[in-house]
């Protein structure tokens, strides 16, 4: 039953929150004294929820199974910097929800480019200022395609004290959305041996493949984006054992046949925060 709740916390927490936003509207609103007792009592049975969800976060993160990480190809090409990574911590992007646990985030960083340095120029930067929009996006995995969206759309980086500041207070508002709205813009594939590899913050009408095709490792499925709960246009790369980011748990990866830093000879790896990963 742990291992359920723990699975299934995410959308506890958002049905208590929207439980007890409910309840309190509804207690305002409802003059009739039967039904105006019920959303009374809404905004305790919310906060009974997401006690419960507390109770079970340690344990039931105890029971997650050991994994070894899984081969995957790199959903990029060329130079990139690696942050947030698995390979540093985990989970990486200090939360296990949506999956997250071993993502990594990879800004492309060309030897020789002009990837604009924080807090400079604007406080909101155009996201076509930064090399790595539009470049491709690759399949990670041979299998079918279970999720693909592009239809929101790329907002302007956050590329200041400021424009982080900005990030955080939006990230909170975007939680209400759920996953979607998170990951932005993404693509899920379910891999043949059933694990689900996601690129997320993919650019804005970019998807080349929809539900249902087949792909294999290294083909172009979109271009890179700023889409979602993004600093800057970025690859997000992460796999899952289930389809959904409501419910998926976190999958340790490393990508096949790339280096690191000035490396001469291509091996299996996953790069370190602010390490470069260069793949062909």
Known sequence: MIAGVYRARVIILYVSVVTIFAGAIGAQLISLVVIR???????????VGMLFVLVVLRPGAKLLPHREPVTVASPVVGRWLA?????????????????????????????????????????????NEYPAFGQPVRAMVDGVVVRSS????DHRARSSVLGFVYMMIEGTIREIGGPRLIVGNHITIRSNDGIYALV??????????????????GQSIAACGNSGNSSEPHVHAQ??????????????????????????DERLAMPADNEHLTAV
């Open 37 to 47: 007792s019920v959303f009374e009592l809404l905004p305790l049975l919310g906060i």
């Open 83 to 127: 942050l947030n990574s698995p390979a540093t911590r985990v989970p990486s992007h200090g939360v296990r929800a949506y999956g997250q646990a071993h993502a990594v985030d990879l800004v492309f960083d060309p030897l020789g480019g002009n990837r604009p340095a924080f807090d400079t120029g604007i406080v909101l930067r155009y996201p």
């Open 150 to 153: 592009d239809s929101q759309r």
């Open 200 to 217: 997320a913050h993919v650019k804005q009408h970019s998807a080349l493949v929809k539900v249902g095709d087949s792909v294999v490792a």
């Open 239 to 264: 796999l899952m054992d289930r389809a959904s980011a409501w419910t998926g748990h976190g999958m340790p990866l490393l990508f096949e046949g790339v280096t690191i830093n000035d490396e001469p």
